[in-house]
């Protein structure tokens, strides 16, 4: 185990995390199960005052867990020039095999503890609070993923071993490797940036579309978590290569470091702000007709619209930018 300040806090985030959702988790089936405002019994009044406290902390905890990907990446970036044969994230995430599942899980939470923060911002907005169960059935649903990730994130920061020989990242994010990562760097360049820019398209129709007349707000929500997908996609694919001026260099974690101005910190924060705020707009969808939100809704999803637009275009611009001009000519 590598004892730094920055692994240490992870490590402290992760205790943190385990032991505030398996609580909120706990009263979150109680609230689910028991909730009825129309009651003015003593177990109503206390699952009122309890769904403040579980939802102050869970604001504060979600937030932290956004903050905390971009800290965990930045983290196996560094402690790459302490472990042998790595060159970047990508060969500390292989160090051992709870790496790559600890990044995976805190993506997964990343999305849904954005949507989760919006859904309780829109019920905040509503005098009788009106999405108490929506909001705590998911929270329901979250907390073993969290707690999935904060064991598996102890696991890999208590398992580096640095006389341990991992892999570069040419390894493994190439054509040759049979890997998920190997798939992705094969894929032909000309379809990906086709299906790339097809893709922005759509969503940014639909996104005007919505922002403007309010229809289309499930396709628009939809494309953007494509979207999204296919963004990650074509930066392994041929997105990087223009970034790097390399023709066999597929690495998603270089784009982190000085080299490249650490361009990848911010085209990975407007890629998944956007995801996060588009899929925001199909969740409060069938929300809409609820009386006291009725008003409020429609303004938010405009809100969570636009920013999803900003994010995706100047993600877009940022590629483009790249693409014209790199001294690399793809065929």
């Known amino acids: 185990m590598i004892l730094r300040p920055a692994t240490l806090s992870l490590i402290l985030i992760a205790l ?8 909120a988790g706990y009263y979150a089936v109680k609230i689910y199960e028991n909730w009825d405002p129309a009651s003015g019994s003593e ?3 206390g699952l009122e005052r309890r769904t403040y406290l579980i939802s102050t902390i869970m604001s504060y905890l979600l937030s932290l867990e956004l903050i905390s990907l971009f800290l965990f990446i930045y983290t196996a970036d560094n402690l790459h020039t302490q472990c042998t044969g790595a060159m970047c994230a990508a060969g500390t995430l292989a160090v051992n095999p709870y790496g790559y599942p600890a990044l995976l899980f ?14 309780n911002y ?3 907005k509503g005098y009788d609070y009106p999405l108490i169960r929506t909001k705590f059935a998911f929270l329901t649903l979250m907390a073993p993923l969290l707690v999935l990730e904060s064991i598996v994130v102890i696991l890999y920061f208590s398992g580096i071993k640095t006389d341990v020989i991992t892999s570069c990242c040419g390894s493994l994010f190439s054509n040759e490797a049979h890997t998920f990562s190997g798939d992705l760097a094969s ?3 000309k379809p990906m940036q086709i299906t790339f820019f097809i893709s922005m398209a759509i969503t940014a129709f ?14 628009f929500s939809i494309s953007s978590a494509i979207t999204f997908l296919i963004s990650v996609a074509s930066i392994i694919s041929f997105i990087c290569l223009y970034i790097y001026e390399l023709p066999s260099h597929h690495c998603p974690f270089c784009l982190l470091q000085k080299e490249y101005n650490y361009v990848g910190y911010i085209m990975y924060a407007f890629l998944f702000t956007g995801a996060v705020t588009g899929i925001g707009v199909g ?9 006291s939100l009725k008003r409020i809704i ?3 999803q405009r809100r969570l619209a636009l920013i999803t637009l900003a994010c995706y275009l100047l993600f877009l611009i940022i590629t483009v930018w790249k693409m014209f001009f790199s001294t690399l000519m793809l065929g």
């Not at 639909?206 to 396709?219: A, D, E, Q, V």
């Not at 969740?283 to 009386?291: A, D, E, F, N, Y």
């Open 16 to 23: 943190l995390t385990s032991g505030l959702v398996v609580y």
């Open 43 to 45: 177990q109503q009044l």
């Open 106 to 119: 805190k993506v997964v939470n990343f999305i849904l503890g954005g949507v989760w923060l919006i859904l």
């Open 122 to 124: 829109t019920d905040n």
């Open 187 to 189: 894929m032909p360049h």
């Open 206 to 219: 639909s996104g005007m579309i919505f922002y403007t007349w309010n229809r289309l707000g499930y396709l």
């Open 283 to 291: 969740v409060l969808m069938p929300s809409i007709r609820i009386g």
């Open 298 to 300: 429609p303004n938010i």
